[in-house]
C-alpha cells in the first residue's frame, strides 16, 4: 500500500472501481470493472497534476466494511504527505453515499476528499464518467474546497457527504441531499476499524409481525437500523420487538424509507417513534438508513455517544 510520492502540489486520486470504470462484455451485455485509475485520468482531460493509486476494483454494492478501512486508512495515510492538495476517490454509486459518510466522519484535515463515479460505463458513446472525474479532480485541487469536509461531485452537483442519498438508478443527476440545506458536521470522531461491527438494516412494513426483529436479535448483533415508515413509525407487533432488543442492550437507530425530510419521534402507540424513542430508541436525523448504519458502525467502534455522530 504504497501511496505515489511527487515534488510539488498534486491530488490523489483513488479508484475503487464502479461503473466509471466499467466495460460492457459484448456477449453477454453485463457490465464489469475493468479500466484502472491511470485509464480513467487519462480520458478525462484534466490539466491537474495527478497520481493515481489502484485500491480496489469492484462493484459498489460488493464494497465491505474492510474495503471502507482501507479507503479511511489511504485517505488518512495520504494527508499526511504536505503536497497533496486534495484527494479524490472513484466509486460505484450503490454504496457511494454510504463511503462518503464514514470518510467524513473521520476527516480532520482542510484538504477535501471528493468521490465521484458514473451512471453509464466507459464504453458508452455518452459515458459520463470522464466529466464527472474532471470536475472532481478542478474541486479536490481547489483551494477554496478546503474546509468543507468530504464532498460527492457527481452530474454537474456538488453536495456534502452528510445526508446525502442516490435518488435515481439511471438519471446523471444520480444524488440529492435529504434535508432543504447542507447539514452542520459533528466532530471527527478518532479512526477505528468498522469490519466486524454487525449492525443489520430491517425493513418496516405495514403489519409487520416481530419475527424478523426477533431472528436478528437472537444472531447477537452489535446494533439495529430500521427503516421505518413515515417520520419514524413501524407496526405495533414490530415495535414490542424492538422494545425487546433496546431491553436486551442492543442500540436501535430508527430512519426512513420516505426520500426526503428529518425523521422526528412525533407517534404515540407501539411502534410509534414517541415511544420508541420512550423505550431508548434513537431517531437517525436526517440520515437514511445507510448512512445511519455506518454513523451507529463507527460510534461503537470508537466509543463515541450515536448521538453525536447521528446529529440528534
Given amino acids: 500500500m504504497t501511496i505515489p510520492q511527487q515534488s510539488g ?5 483513488i479508484s475503487t472501481g464502479g461503473t466509471i470504470a466499467c466495460t460492457t462484455d459484448p456477449a453477454t451485455g453485463a457490465r464489469t470493472p475493468t479500466l484502472s485509475g491511470e485509464d480513467l485520468v487519462r480520458a478525462c482531460g484534466t490539466t491537474e497534476e495527478v497520481r493515481v493509486f489502484d485500491a480496489v476494483s469492484l462493484d459498489s454494492s460488493a464494497m465491505t466494511l474492510a474495503d471502507v478501512d482501507t479507503l479511511v486508512e489511504l485517505a488518512g495515510k495520504a494527508l499526511g504527505d504536505a503536497n497533496i492538495a486534495g484527494i479524490v476517490i472513484t466509486h460505484g454509486t450503490d454504496s457511494m453515499a454510504e463511503t462518503a459518510l464514514a470518510l467524513d466522519l473521520v476527516h480532520d484535515d482542510p484538504r477535501p476528499v471528493v468521490l465521484t463515479g458514473a451512471q453509464l460505463p466507459a464504453d458508452h458513446p455518452s459515458a459520463d464518467g470522464p466529466a464527472n472525474l474532471n470536475r472532481a479532480i478542478s474541486l479536490a485541487a481547489d483551494p477554496l474546497a478546503r474546509g468543507q469536509g468530504v464532498m460527492v461531485t ?8 452528510r445526508a446525502l442519498i442516490k435518488r435515481d438508478t ?39 409481525d416481530a419475527s424478523l426483529v426477533d431472528h436478528v436479535v437472537a444472531a447477537g448483533p452489535d446494533g439495529i437500523v430500521v427503516e421505518a415508515l413515515g417520520s419514524g413509525n413501524v407496526s405495533t407487533a ?46 437517525s436525523g436526517w440520515l437514511r438508513a445507510g448512512q445511519a448504519r455506518i454513523a451507529l458502525a463507527t460510534a461503537l467502534a470508537t466509543g463515541t455517544d450515536p448521538r453525536l455522530l447521528l446529529g440528534v
Fill in 9 to 13: 502540489t498534486f491530488v490523489l486520486v
Fill in 154 to 161: 457527481f452530474g454537474g452537483d456538488t453536495f456534502a457527504a
Fill in 170 to 208: 439511471a438519471e446523471r443527476r444520480a444524488f440529492a441531499l435529504t434535508a432543504p440545506l447542507t447539514v452542520p458536521r459533528p466532530a471527527p470522531a478518532a479512526r477505528a476499524a468498522l469490519a466486524g461491527i454487525d449492525v443489520p438494516i430491517l425493513r418496516a412494513w405495514p403489519g409487520a
Fill in 238 to 283: 414490530m415495535g414490542e420487538a424492538l422494545g425487546r432488543a433496546l431491553d436486551a442492550g442492543i442500540p436501535v437507530v430508527v430512519s426512513t424509507s420516505v426520500p426526503f425530510g428529518e425523521v422526528s419521534f412525533d407517534y404515540g402507540g407501539a411502534g410509534g417513534g414517541a415511544s420508541l424513542g420512550a423505550r431508548g430508541a434513537l431517531p
